[in-house]
Structures are given as C-alpha cells and as structure tokens.
C-alpha cells in the first residue's frame, strides 16, 4: 500500500511537471534524455544514503551520522588517490583511494552499532554523537578546506558514461540489486525486519541481534562511503561537507518510501522511488528556474506528509502509539 502511494505520488509529480514546463516554455520536462539522465544522477546521492538508512531504520533505529561520514570518505578517497596516484599511476591510486576509504567509514559504523546494541545508547543520540566526530575528522583530514582532485581515474568515475548511462548510475545500480536481495531474499533481512518489529521476540527467538544490529550500521556507513568516492569523483573534490544536506534526503527517501519511524517496515525498492521523488522535486525546480531554497521547503513538507500518513495507517490498523 505504502510502495504503491509513493508510485502514484512519483508519476502525479511527473506529470505537475511536465505540463509545468509546457506552459512555462513550451518544451517538454519527461520525454527528455538529458532530464532523465539528470534526474537519475541527482537521485544517486539520496538512493545510496538512503539505502543503509532503509536497514537500520527498518530495525527500530536511525543513523545521523551518514551526512559527514559520507564527507569523511570523500576527504580520504581525494588524498589518498592524489597521494597514491602520483606514484603508482591513476589507477592504483583509485583503487586504494575506494578501498581506504570505505575501510575507514567502517569506524564510525562499528562504534555506531556498538552504541546502540552494546551499551544501549539510544540511536538518535549515539549517532548524533558520530555526526560531530566524523565532521571533525573529516576538516582535521582536509586542513578545514576541500581537497582538489588530481587523479584522472577518479574524476571519470565520477562523470563518465558506459553505453551512455552514467558511471555513477551504473554503480548505485549494483549496489542496489545487493542490498535488495540481502533484505527481500536472505535470512539478515529476516532478522532485519524482526528486530523492528519485535526486538523481545527476536531475542527469544535465539537472533544475535546485537552482532546483526552493528552489521546494519556497518553497512549504513558503508554506503555513505561509497556516496562520498563518487561525489569526489564528480565534482573533482574531497569535500567533508559533502554529505551534510543530504542526511535530511535520506531520512526523506526512506519514509517517503513507505518505512515506518516505529521500525519493522519498508524496502529497497520504496526508498529508490523516494529518492526519485526527491530528485524529481530538487531538478524540477531548478528546471524551472524556481529558488533552490524551496527545494527544502517542498522535501520538509513532503515527509511531514509521509509520516502523517504512516501514523493515521497506524492507528486504523490499531498499530502501537506513543502518547
């Protein structure tokens, strides 16, 4: 029900503006390649986010700290590559750049999951925490500056084409098709869906839901790393604000997809469609010439809609309330 809310409201945008853009310029906002191919790179950022938040919100939590993790890769994929590139060659310098990096994210992510399912901090509050030592590494790393790139390989990563669809597409494309048949298909994402459900339960149930649930914030940091390799790649910079607007995009992308704040719902697929519906809005009006700042003002409203519609579904279905 909640997938297909998000599929009527995506093509209901669509079609706002497509007549939009033939009353404003006579031209057409849809039936264009280079729209689409826009909007699917401006979909990349929030999908990859949105992806680890799917899991770790579907389990009960929530991960804050994606926004500077991501821009913490961002800085260690940018010197590392320039570093390592210089004297071995762009591509040696890229592949340890990538693999550095994400091991690097992997920090954050363990000592995230070790907050919550080890010392029982709260989500919100032991991932707020990261998002301030992971800003902090991050401009301590880029001596409170962006890093230029200068390795070839990794700025083609991040704006090549291959059969004329974006590289950066291509891989989000990958990662994706991972990450949905680890959640629909494997028993993690059983135990996934069963910890946000029923945390009591699936303990009793013999789950080690303390190992599954720092897997699942591992993996949320692991694809804020992997965003932040390709935002370096395609605006040639290490920047360690790189994911700072975009946390509230994830968020955004999973609710909007039809998860559930209380846990124990949503997939991959709806929070693809949210972050479409994300890029669609930000492209849209920027397409249009309209403020960029209305762009936050139109994704705010949206989730504020979202959840409403969640909470109403909740109560009809007699689901738990907090009051």
């Known amino acids: 029900?909640?997938?297909?809310?998000?599929?009527?409201?995506?093509?209901?945008?669509?079609?706002?503006?497509?007549?939009?853009?033939?009353?404003?310029?006579?031209?057409?906002?849809?039936?264009?390649?280079?729209?689409?191919?826009?909007i699917a790179v401006f979909a990349v950022a929030p999908v990859l986010l949105g992806l680890g938040q799917t899991l770790v919100i579907i389990s009960g939590g929530i991960d804050l700290s994606v926004g500077f993790t991501m821009g913490f890769a961002a800085v260690i994929?940018?010197?590392?590559?320039?570093?390592?590139?210089?004297?071995?060659?762009?591509?040696?310098?890229?592949?340890?750049?990538v693999v550095i990096a994400l091991g690097a994210t992997m920090i954050p992510g363990w000592i995230n999951g070790v907050l919550v399912a080890r010392l029982r901090v709260p989500p919100f509050i032991g991932?707020?925490?990261?998002?301030?030592?992971?800003?902090?590494?991050?401009?301590?790393l880029a001596n409170g500056t962006t890093v230029p790139v200068q390795n070839s390989w990794l700025t083609w990563l991040g704006n090549g084409?291959?059969?004329?669809?974006?590289?950066?597409?291509?891989i989000a494309g990958i990662v994706i098709l991972i990450f949905h048949y680890a959640l629909a298909e494997t028993q993690f994402g059983q135990y996934t869906y069963a910890i946000g459900g029923n945390r009591q339960a699936t303990?009793?149930?013999?789950?080690?839901?303390?190992?599954?649930?720092?897997?699942?914030?591992?993996?949320s940091a692991l694809t804020a790393?992997?965003?932040g390799i390709l935002y370096t790649g395609r605006f040639a910079a290490g920047a360690p604000q790189a994911g700072e607007p975009l946390l509230l995009d994830s968020i955004?992308?999973?609710?909007?997809?039809?998860?559930?704040?209380?846990?124990?719902?949503?997939?991959?697929?709806?929070?693809?469609?949210?972050?479409?519906?994300?890029?669609?809005?930000?492209?849209?009006?920027?397409?249009?010439?309209?403020?960029?700042?209305?762009?936050?003002?139109?994704?705010?409203?949206?989730?504020?809609v979202s959840v409403l519609v969640d909470q109403s579904q909740r109560r009809l279905g007699g689901g738990r309330q907090d009051e």
């Open 1 to 38: 029900m909640a997938a297909a809310r998000a599929w009527i409201f995506l093509i209901v945008l669509l079609i706002v503006f497509e007549i939009w853009s033939q009353i404003a310029y006579g031209s057409t906002f849809l039936f264009s390649a280079f729209n689409i191919r826009s």
């Open 77 to 97: 994929s940018a010197q590392v590559a320039n570093s390592l590139g210089a004297v071995a060659g762009p591509g040696i310098g890229l592949l340890g750049g």
């Open 127 to 140: 991932t707020l925490g990261m998002y301030g030592v992971a800003r902090g590494a991050a401009y301590l």
């Open 161 to 170: 084409r291959i059969i004329g669809i974006p590289a950066v597409v291509l």
């Open 203 to 219: 303990l009793r149930a013999g789950v080690n839901v303390r190992r599954v649930t720092i897997i699942l914030y591992m993996l």
């Open 225 to 227: 790393g992997i965003d």
């Open 252 to 304: 955004a992308a999973v609710v909007i997809g039809g998860a559930s704040l209380f846990g124990g719902s949503g997939t991959i697929i709806g929070t693809i469609i949210g972050a479409l519906i994300i890029a669609v809005i930000q492209y849209g009006l920027v397409f249009l010439n309209v403020e960029p700042f209305w762009q936050f003002i139109a994704v705010g409203l949206v989730i504020i």
